[in-house]
């Protein structure tokens, strides 16, 4: 069974940055790339950025291309998403997500809803307010 555990999320002020983590076994993040996504109140989850299982190649949806970064650490099993210069309209609540990476890659790219995703953490919300 594959579990994720999000961690990181908070309150922070426009302009700001955060930086969430993602903790999963070895094992899932050796079969499978791990993606984020987030939900704010009344819109779709969208995907926003994914990484390989195999490589460091990541992939990021344009609403967040060079503001956000996905990266790994294989040491402790954790993808990061450091997000910075942070917007109100940021605020979400944030999830990582563990499939294939054209599954992942469908929702991060094309913008796909991510119906057919196989594995979910439970969230971390993240608020960005003065």
């Known amino acids: 069974q594959v579990q994720l555990v999000e961690s990181g999320g908070g309150l922070v002020q426009p302009g700001g940055s955060l930086r969430l983590s993602c903790t999963a076994s070895r094992s899932t993040l050796d079969k499978n790339a791990i993606g984020w996504f987030r939900q704010a109140p009344g819109k779709a989850r969208e995907g926003l950025a994914c990484i390989s299982s195999t490589t460091a190649h990541s992939d990021y949806a344009d609403s967040v291309k060079g503001r956000f970064t996905i990266s790994k650490d294989e040491t402790t099993n954790t993808v990061f998403l450091q997000m910075n210069s942070l917007t109100p309209e940021d605020t979400a609540i944030y999830y990582c997500?563990?499939?294939?990476?054209?599954?992942?890659?469908?929702?991060?790219?094309?913008?796909?809803?991510?119906?057919?995703?196989?594995?979910w953490g439970q969230g971390t919300q993240v608020t960005v307010s003065s």
């Open positions: 997500a563990a499939d294939l990476l054209p599954f992942l890659q469908a929702a991060v790219i094309a913008g796909l809803p991510p119906r057919d995703i196989a594995s």
